[in-house]
């Protein structure tokens, strides 16, 4: 029976690590670091995430705002919205909550954000360092899955991932952080995506899988070998009249074939999303950081 990678307990003791290290930072820097959340239009799923994301800055004693943004405004006034966010120096992290609405070019607005100050990790510059295995910011959910396989001590050197999925945010940046020569890393990586030709043929080689698509079920128990990770990123409301709520969240995979043949398995929810939350907390830090070195270091 699979053991269950337990996001919801490590990131507990990530921000927990966190506010710990902010009690520090705050007497260096005289203020907590502060992050800035664009929210454009009225997607309602990006209101829950972005107050989630607020409120977990507060609980470790970060500032954050939300900047709202009228679903009609133009890509210029956004640009600018956001450069107005750069110069200010008491602002250390900024992201633009994704989906946009679809009249706004997402590559030029998530590039308009200072590298510095892209705790994301989606400026094209960090996506370069990160292929280029320099120091930058990495994108939350597979910095988090990273933080996820050192907690439960999940070797990845020499073993065969299978990522399925190979968005910009998710899937693409796994591959290419578990391709690169570090640990976690060290691994031989196939990326998958939806013009893969039968996908079980190659999840059935997986050592570890990293699935990232938003298809319920889309893995199950007959396209694994035995002792397999299974690490699910997928999130989707499924109808579900017995809930209060009337709906369920459901991963790409599908647990029930899965947990007698996989050896760890994320559970949904509460595998990898507190993961990603956690890391989005670890790089405000880490800019908030970097900006206090930079004060310091010019002061002397
Ligand atoms: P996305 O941008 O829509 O990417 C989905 C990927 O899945 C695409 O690369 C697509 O391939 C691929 N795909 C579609 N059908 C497939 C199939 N049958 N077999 C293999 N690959 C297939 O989505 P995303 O932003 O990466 O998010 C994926 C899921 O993760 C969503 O459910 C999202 O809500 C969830 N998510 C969760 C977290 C978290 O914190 N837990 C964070 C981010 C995302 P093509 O490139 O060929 O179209």
Known sequence: ??????????????????????????????????LS???????????????????????????????RLAPSISE?????????????????????QLPLPPHLSKNRILNAISPEKDVDGLHSLNFG??????????????????????????????QHVVVVGRSHLVGLAMSILLSRGDNPGDATVTLTHRYTRNLGRHTQTA????????????ITGDMVKEGVVVVDVG??????????????????????????????ITPVPGGVGPMTRAALLQNTLQAAEQGVYKTNSSDA
């Open 1 to 34: 029976m699979a053991k269950l990678l337990d996001g919801k307990k490590v990131s507990t003791k990530i921000k927990h690590d966190i506010q710990e290290k902010i009690h520090g930072l705050d007497n260096l820097a005289q203020r907590a670091p502060h």
């Open 37 to 67: 959340v664009v929210q454009v239009g009225l997607d309602p799923a990006s209101e829950i995430y972005v107050s989630a994301k607020i409120r977990d800055c507060e609980e470790v004693g970060m500032v954050a705002d939300r900047i």
């Open 76 to 96: 210029e006034e956004v640009i600018s919205k956001i450069e107005g966010l750069n110069r200010d120096e008491d602002i250390d992290g900024v992201i633009v």
């Open 129 to 158: 360092k990160l292929g280029t295995h320099m120091q930058g910011f990495i994108p939350a959910t597979p910095l988090g899955i990273l933080e996820l396989f050192k907690a439960y001590q999940i070797e990845t050197k020499g």
């Open 207 to 218: 050592d570890i899988i990293v699935t990232a698509v938003g298809k319920p079920g889309l």
């Open 235 to 264: 999130i989707v409301r499924v109808s579900d009249k017995s809930r209060p709520s009337g709906y369920v969240l459901r991963g790409d995979a599908d647990f029930e074939s899965l947990q007698s043949k996989a050896s760890y």
